[in-house]
């Protein structure tokens, strides 16, 4: 039976995703356009996994140049302020308030981002969403290391969990925990899940995947 729900926030609870792909643009408006490209395209790519994982990663495979710890935190603060209130702002999932009505006092629900854990908290709370989950994680904790932690706190094991998220990402760390996985995957997008994942177009049918209605 399943024990616990945990999910992705922006694209799954949040149509928040393009916030974030404009502020990567405008981060490095500055670097040749090939390179402005590659950058945007790997963010678009590896979804769910920390932002300052990505800066790391465009410095050293495109850029190739140092990223000192003082431009890095430069880089996190610059990209806060170009997407907090897009995402307070942003438009529900279709169907995503809906399921969090739904779940309420049937299941324990769980947000696991790779938006740094104490920005995503203040957002849940701006959102007025703080009271529909049992527990709020973001980077740096892995989301692996996040659904472990959901289980422990619901008294379950990570197997009992299903993780519902929109990235390659998330699907490997449901499996990495052992949990349950159901993907989201916007009509017009390509699927990056294998073909034996369940897949909705939105959380309308999330419930029913789940196996809870």
Not at 48 to 56: H, P
Not at 119 to 135: K, Y
């Amino acid at each position: 039976m399943l024990k616990a729900v945990v999910l992705d926030f922006d694209g799954v609870v949040l149509q928040s995703v393009d916030v974030k792909t404009k502020a990567f643009a405008e981060l490095f408006a500055g670097e040749a356009p090939q390179a402005r490209r590659r950058i945007v395209d790997y963010h678009l790519a590896n979804g769910g996994i920390s932002r300052f994982e990505k800066f790391r990663w465009a410095y050293r495979e495109v850029l190739r140049r140092e990223l000192p710890a003082d431009e890095e935190a430069s880089l996190g603060r610059r990209f806060n302020e170009l997407v907090e209130e897009g995402v307070v702002a942003a438009e529900w999932v279709p169907g995503a308030r809906e399921f969090l009505d739904f779940a309420q006092g049937r299941v324990p629900l769980y947000v696991a981002s790779g938006t740094p854990e104490d920005e995503l908290r203040r957002i849940v709370e701006r959102r007025g969403l703080a009271s529909r989950f049992a527990g709020v994680f973001g980077s740096p904790s892995k989301k692996a290391e996040i659904l472990r932690r959901a289980a422990a706190s619901s008294g379950s094991a990570p197997g009992e969990l299903a993780m519902v998220g929109d990235a390659i990402n998330d699907y490997d760390a449901a499996r990495a925990a052992g949990s349950a996985f159901v993907g989201v995957v916007e009509p017009g997008r390509e699927s990056p899940f294998p073909k034996d994942v369940v897949v909705l177009p939105d959380l309308r049918g999330l419930a029913k995947a789940l196996g809870l209605a």
